[in-house]
């Protein structure tokens, strides 16, 4: 099955044509606690294990979309329009083909992104979850988010996590249209949990996680108990943000980041994300934590780390870490997942 035929039964029943001028969508950036690390059907974004994050609150992408009478798309980020040739404009408009009217009508897209650039913040999953939502409000057909999420994942998987706040478990399904494989929020709520971004390095990465994940699951001898880690780390997670229990749910967030950058190394030829100043971050937090300071970290397809703690150890972590980036992800105003 290909990602036409899904859109397609998706949306059998709704409009072809735009209800209004324009569509305008907000979605949140989120982190992994617990890891989507390669695929069973590549074309689909389909997911061997289902994964867990937590959103980034305010932080994200909001992107306005309308119908344009031109010859191509126009893409722009913050108010700056993008290369045509670049990677970024060719995948997007390839994502935007799912949606045209007719094969000879463009869009306009303009994303404004507050998220740092370079800091490994999954900015495409925020991105096409926002493009999603904003199809959504264009069209009029005012989807339910978990239909939104499965058109989402079509763009990039991480992006199925990206249309609630909150804790968010993207579930891997079994079915093979994918159907079954979509976000779903938690109810938790834990307003003293923050984020801490601690960027190392602000490089792009040299190898997608497109790419990385795939090669890992064709040649990584150790991929075949990665399944079994998943699940226990997914149950161990769900319930230490049922209990508030802030040391499990740090151990085991921390725990699933270092198995998947194991994966990574035992991939042929091995994958390597993290640079001296990741590893150095890492001895500073275990050294810390070793004094009693609960602090914990997760890392993701780059070398720059996402610090978990609590607000009442707030201004402790900002003197060792003067840089970071602190994100409340409950702070939202009225939550709602
Ligand atoms: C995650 N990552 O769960 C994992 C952890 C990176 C490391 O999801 O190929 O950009 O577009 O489905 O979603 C990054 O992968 O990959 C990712 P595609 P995506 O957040």
Partial sequence: MNKCAVVQHILKAYSKEPKREQGTFFAPSNIALCKYWGKRDTELNLPHTSSLSISLGNLGAKTTIALEQAL?????INGKEVDEDSIFSKNLSHFLDLFRPLNSVFFRVATEVNIPIGAGLASSACGFAAVVGALDQLYGWELPLSLL?????????????????????????????????????LESVWPALRIGVLIVDSEQKKLSSRIAMQNTVLTSPFYKIWPEKQARDLKDLKKAIEKQDFMALGETTESNALAMHALMLTTSPPILYSQASTLEAIDKIWHYRQLGLPLYF??????????LFLEKDEEAIIKI?????????????AFQC
């Fill in 149 to 185: 999420s499965i058109l989402g994942r079509l763009g990039s998987g991480s992006a199925s996590r990206s249309f609630w706040h909150g804790f968010v478990e993207w579930q891997a399904g079994h079915d093979a249209d994918g159907m079954d494989s979509a976000g779903a929020c």
């Fill in 72 to 76: 191509k798309d126009r893409i722009s």
């Fill in 321 to 333: 870490f003067p840089k970071l980036i602190v994100v409340s992800p409950f702070n939202i105003g």
């Fill in 298 to 307: 997760t890392q993701d397809a780059g070398p720059n780390l996402k610090l």
